[in-house]
């Protein structure tokens, strides 16, 4: 059960509380603020998600050329090779990308060690 409790809510039952005098138009009147509050919330949630849209739409080529510049030198070679066995064994950690792919697992694999 949650024992948390909406400030707003609990204002309108302290200022009818205040009132000695409880009027039937009571739960009409916080109904109406109830109501009015979800279609702030809404509409703001809408206008969050439209922003988010109209960005997404002007900023979609920069952070395409952006993301593919960022993936093309994760794939750089760290050493070059000729076609060989060796070269067929290294290839997956034989790139940026390889080297920081390994590094987070051994910093996961130290930090299960640490707090385990």
Do not use: C
Not at 14 to 22: H, R
Not at 85 to 91: C, S, Y
Request: aromatic share 6%; proline share 3%.
């Amino acid at each position: 059960m949650n024992t948390d409790h909406d400030p707003q809510l609990e204002s309108l039952f302290a200022e009818a509380s205040a009132n000695d005098t409880v009027d039937d138009d009571f739960t009409d009147r916080v109904m109406q603020r109830v109501n009015r509050r979800r279609q702030n919330v809404w509409t703001i949630r809408i206008a969050i998600v439209a922003a988010i849209v109209a960005l997404e739409m002007l900023l979609a080529a920069p952070l395409q050329t952006t993301v593919g510049t960022f993936m093309h030198w994760l794939s750089t070679p760290l050493v070059s090779m000729e076609e060989s066995w060796a070269a067929t064994l290294l290839e997956p950690v034989n790139s940026i990308a390889g080297v920081v792919g390994v590094l987070l697992l051994l910093g996961h694999v130290l930090y299960r060690k640490i707090l385990h």
